[in-house]
Structures are given as C-alpha cells and as structure tokens.
C-alpha cells in the first residue's frame, strides 16, 4: 500500500469521481458529490448475501444511498429488520418491518421515498441491537479506512448508535462498492471514522487488514456547533448529555 501521507480524501475522492464518469461505471444521477451508484451494484449486493453475517443477522442497517438499494431490498426480501438513516439524519431513523410490508412493495420500500412511507420513525433508544452495518463510500483502502463523500453522516450514524449501546466494537461493518473505489494509498484518518471489517466488489469479497478500534460513540469535542444543531436527534442528545453535567457540577462535594 502507497505510505503516501501527501494524499488527501478530497483529492482521492475527486480522483475516484472522475474515474468512475470517464469509465461509464457510474449511474444517473452522476458520481460527483455523492457516494457514486455504479454499474455492479447488484452484483455486489448479491455477494454480501453468501456472507454468513448476512444470513446470521436479524437487523441491518444500511445507508440511504442508491448503490446500497439493493441490499436494502434484500434485507426485506430475507425477512430482516432494516434501519434505514434518513438522509442527513434531518428525520432521524427509519425502521423497516417486512412483516409489515407487503412483499410485492419491498423494492419500492427500499428507496428513499419507499421508506418514509413503509417505515416507521424510531427513536434511537427504541432500535433493535443491530447485528451488521452495511455503508457507502467514495473510496476504501485494505486496511478498511473509508473515504465518504466528506460530511460525515456515516460517521455520526455510527456514534449515535454507539452511544445507545445498539453497535459495538463486534458489531460487522460492510461496504459495497465498485471495484475501482478499492484503492492502495494510505492516508490520514480521524478517532471518528469509522473503519470496514469488509469490502464486497461485484468480484471480490475482500477482509480488511483493520487495526483500528471502531469509534466509541460521538466525539463532541470534534463536532462543529452548526451540525449538531442541524440533527435534531444529535441535538437532543448533545444537550441531554450537557444538561447531566451541569447536574452533576452542581453536587456537593463527597
């Protein structure tokens, strides 16, 4: 692997973005700014689901972007819970209950739209355990460091759901992606990003060289005020968390 620190995400994301639009891998609505939908998504969905920790678990969350789709229908398909992020957590949580779906809605369910009008709010103290974590990425390295589109939703997803005891270290994390996003260069990473276990190409199924301990819940101190208040579940929490502390300042000394 490149040791090359010089590299940035944003250059190895435009690098990934142009690639994918010269080659044609990328499908509508465009790579640029966005985790790419790309030509093989399905084949890579396919792969997850050979996986024994896709057929073992029984909640998946998966992230609300067009390549990741046909895992989500899958995941109704085979009976799972699915935890569907809203887009920017602006709405907080969806969960999808394919009991509760009829089976011919499941694809439509597995859109973006589908899934504000078959799943249900949920508070994140109310989600089930989550057994996989399935996420998008511009680009993923062997050693399971992912580079997003540069927003950090995926990452405070994960802490929300740390932060409820609904993910932990052992909990899988997955990402499906097209070949050409696997790329060989090393580069700087920060205590919230979130590290891959996997990595499902429409050819490969890849085990990441991870050494890094998955992040423990949300890092306040690296938050910028404007995106917490942005999220109101974040929010919500931030001054829960804020409010126990001004309490707890205030008890006499033992």
Request: proline residues 9%; aromatic residues 6%; positive net charge.
């Given at each position: 692997m490149k040791k090359d620190k010089q590299i940035t995400k944003e250059e190895i994301r435009n690098e990934?973005?142009?690639?994918?639009?010269?080659?044609?891998?990328a499908l509508f609505p465009g790579a640029y700014g966005r985790i790419p939908n790309f030509i093989g998504a399905e084949e890579a969905a396919k792969n997850l689901i050979q996986l024994d920790l896709w057929k073992k678990a029984e909640v998946v969350k998966v992230n609300p972007d067009s390549p990741q789709r046909?895992?989500?229908?899958?995941?109704?398909?085979?009976?799972?819970?699915?935890?569907?992020?809203?887009p920017r957590i602006s709405n907080g949580f969806l969960k999808l209950d394919p009991k509760r779906i009829d089976e011919r809605l499941y694809d439509y369910a597995s859109t973006i739209k589908g899934g504000f009008q078959y799943g249900l709010?949920?508070?994140?103290?109310?989600?089930?355990?989550?057994?996989?974590?399935?996420?998008?990425?511009?680009a993923v390295n062997m050693n399971g460091d992912r580079i997003g589109k540069g927003e950090g939703y995926s990452e405070i997803e994960w802490g929300l759901m740390r932060e409820y005891g609904k993910v932990s270290e052992d909990t899988p994390v997955v990402t499906t992606v097209h070949d050409i996003q696997v790329v060989d260069y090393e580069?700087?990473?920060?205590?919230?990003?979130?590290?891959?276990d996997m990595i499902i190409t429409p050819t490969r199924i890849i085990k990441t060289n991870r050494v890094r301990e998955k992040p423990k819940g949300i890092y306040w101190d690296l938050?910028?005020?404007?995106?917490i208040s942005s999220i109101p579940i974040l929010k919500e929490l931030w001054m829960r968390r804020n409010?126990?502390?001004?309490n707890h300042s205030h008890l006499p000394p033992q």
């Open positions: 990934i973005w142009r690639k994918m639009t010269e080659t044609g891998i046909p895992v989500r229908r899958y995941a109704l398909m085979h009976g799972k819970t699915l935890i569907m992020p809203t709010k949920t508070d994140p103290k109310d989600i089930p355990k989550i057994d996989l974590v399935v996420v998008g990425s511009v580069f700087k990473v920060e205590p919230y990003d979130v590290p891959v938050m910028e005020e404007e995106k409010q126990m502390q001004s």
